[in-house]
């Protein structure tokens, strides 16, 4: 198993910038992937970044230019840089795991509104 908790959340104004973390916990050996996705009401949860430990990165066209991924290892943490925000990235975001290439695992979710 492994948890995920998410950080950093909030109410910024376009062109903003917020960062969101994830701590995970538990069997964090087994990580394979780590991504970010948000969901928009009345919108389908999508992929906005991905990361494999040690590896490369993938975003959504999107984020791209706009957000990145990192991967800290030493703590079991991922954050997401997001800059240059705007209204359309108003989202729960979530953080994501897929663990000994099979098993997934989900965050709570965390508030992010881009509002004048």
């Known amino acids: 198993q492994v948890q995920l908790v998410e950080s950093g959340g909030g109410l910024v104004q376009p062109g903003g910038s917020l960062r969101l973390t994830c701590a995970a916990s538990?069997?964090?050996?087994?990580?394979?992937?780590m991504a970010w996705f948000r969901q928009a009401p009345g919108k389908q949860r999508e992929m906005v970044a991905s990361i494999i430990p040690g590896g490369g990165t993938d975003y959504a066209d999107s984020v791209k230019g706009r957000f990145t991924i990192f991967f800290d290892s030493a703590k079991n943490t991922v954050a997401l840089q997001m800059n240059s925000l705007k209204p359309e990235d108003t989202a729960v975001y979530y953080c994501h795991c897929q663990a000994d290439y099979k098993s997934q695992y989900w965050g709570q979710g965390t508030q992010v509104t881009v509002s004048p």
């Open positions: 538990g069997r964090v050996f087994g990580i394979n992937v």
